[in-house]
């Protein structure tokens, strides 16, 4: 059971929009802790996505977008490719674990 | 470029120890913290612990607390992490990941991966 909370899966048809969802409480997300998201390829590690809640790391198109609520954080991937077919992860810390949390991840199918 | 190196896939039975290093390069060494993290089949990410290269003692996850030690030799620039006591859930992918310098921060660059496979 993963301290944020993920759709097991989303899809979209290739030029269409998806949003992933990372819900959280109010000792990590709702506390003002920072989100990131990480895209993962089978059989390779996570790779950074988002940080910081919106700020991409150079090479990451800008395709991919994050926003963050009171409570929840979004992963907005429009103009969908077949190359975006992967997992992503949201990734925040919490106060009262005092631990670093990640959410259960999300399966992205395009169509 | 900046990047961390990881030892090869291991198989143990349960109740032995495993050891897990990662070799970084492309940067300071003893600037940035390096987080362990761990990921069964087909689960998220699980956080065990962190630890400064710069000295000072690590950070273990309550979960792992008295089964993990993370150590580091600055000569090499490598850290390990350590699991003792091994059981059959404790099969996963063991990634080290930079920890960003400011605030709880993000995990950039992961190493490349380790499986550690726990069966009698």
């Known amino acids: 059971q993963s301290v944020l909370t993920q759709p097991p899966s989303v899809s979209g048809a290739p030029g269409q929009k998806v949003t992933i969802s990372c819900t959280g409480t109010?000792?990590?997300?709702?506390?003002?802790?920072?989100v990131h998201w990480y895209q993962q390829f089978p059989g390779t590690a996570p790779k950074l996505l988002i940080f910081?809640?919106?700020n991409r790391p150079s090479g990451v198109p800008d395709r991919f977008s994050g926003s963050k609520s009171a409570t929840a954080a979004y992963l907005d991937i429009t103009g969908l490719q077949a190359e975006d077919e992967a997992e992503y992860y949201c990734?925040?810390?919490?106060?009262?674990?005092?631990?670093?949390?990640f959410g259960g991840g999300t399966k992205l199918t395009v169509l | 470029q900046v990047q961390l190196v990881q030892s090869g896939a291991e198989v143990k039975e349960p109740g032995a120890s495993v050891r897990v290093s990662c070799k970084a390069s492309?940067?300071?060494?003893?600037?940035?913290?390096i987080h362990w993290v761990r990921q069964a089949p087909g689960q998220g990410p699980e956080w065990m612990g962190i630890?400064?290269?710069?000295?000072?003692?690590?950070t273990y996850a309550q979960k792992f607390q008295g089964r993990v030690i993370l150590t580091r030799d600055t000569a090499t620039s490598t850290v390990y992490l350590e699991l003792n006591n091994l059981k059959n859930e404790d099969t996963a992918f063991y990634y080290c990941?930079?920890?960003?310098?400011?605030?709880?921060?993000?995990?950039?660059?992961w190493g490349q991966g380790t499986l550690v496979s726990v069966s009698s």
């Open positions: 990941a930079r920890k960003e310098l400011e605030g709880p921060g993000w995990f950039d660059p």
């Open positions: 492309g940067y300071t060494f003893t600037s940035y913290y």
């Open positions: 630890i400064n290269p710069n000295g000072g003692a690590p």
């Open positions: 109010r000792s990590n997300i709702g506390a003002s802790y920072d």
């Open positions: 910081r809640n919106n």
């Open positions: 990734q925040s810390y919490d106060s009262s674990l005092s631990n670093w949390v």
